[in-house]
């Protein structure tokens, strides 16, 4: 008998990202005191979407991170389990590292736990372009490199380098990259550090799924 035979065929490779995500979000909801339906709807998902992000069934994209985070009042950090030692007032280059959900690629542009949340952002063609968001606070966003393609309710824009943008998140946006090599971004958005905000949260698409 040859040495494979009577053994099981290896496994496949495991994400060790999931595993270290989806305890955080559970853990999270449960510290907000929300029911899994609560926060679903409050982040514009559906339950069964939102149990199979817990469970580490799905990987979560950063607009969904970015939408938790304000229902749960945290950071993407903090739902990524990232802890940070101190609030140092700089952040340095070599001190960042890319963190990658949903096709996006992001870095920390500054400190966590604050009232608002900076972040650099790689938005890759082709991903995420159809999700609408919907939710308290304001987004300001600010183009490096690429164009993009900004939906703010009815009005459609493309922003090329050097073009900013400066909304309330209450008004239905999405945004994409309108060149093949992505777009790249620096992006601010206030933070909502109660969970009783998600009251204020709109409703969405009925049988919707992200």
């Known amino acids: 008998m040859s040495p494979s035979e009577g ?13 270290a995500v989806a305890p955080q979000l559970r853990g999270l909801r449960r510290r907000a005191a929300l029911t899994l339906e609560a926060a679903a709807r409050a982040a514009g998902l559906s339950p069964a979407h939102l149990s199979r992000l817990e469970t580490g069934q799905r990987q979560p994209s950063l607009p969904m991170l970015l939408a938790l985070a304000r229902v749960y009042g945290t950071t993407v950090s903090e739902l990524l389990g990232e802890t940070v030692v101190e609030r140092d007032a700089v952040l340095r280059a070599p001190d960042t590292e890319p963190t990658r959900a949903g096709g996006w690629t992001y870095w920390q542009a500054g400190a966590s736990g604050r009232g608002m949340q900076a972040l650099r952002v790689h938005v890759p063609h082709g991903s ?32 090329a380098p050097g073009d900013s943008a400066h909304f309330d998140s209450l008004t239905p946006h999405r945004i994409a990259a ?14 909502l550090q109660s969970p009783t905000a998600a009251l204020c949260l709109g409703p969405t698409t009925s049988g919707e799924t992200p």
Do not use: M
Not at 179 to 189: I, R, S
């Open 128 to 159: 995420q372009g159809d999700i609408v968001r919907v939710h308290p606070g304001e987004e300001w966003l600010y183009v490096l490199k690429g164009r993009l393609r900004l939906r703010l309710g009815d009005a459609a824009h493309l922003l």
């Open 178 to 191: 309108a060149d093949h090599d992505g777009a790249d971004l620096l992006f601010v958005h206030t933070l």
């Open 7 to 19: 053994t099981h065929p290896p496994e496949p490779p495991v994400d060790t990202e999931l595993p």
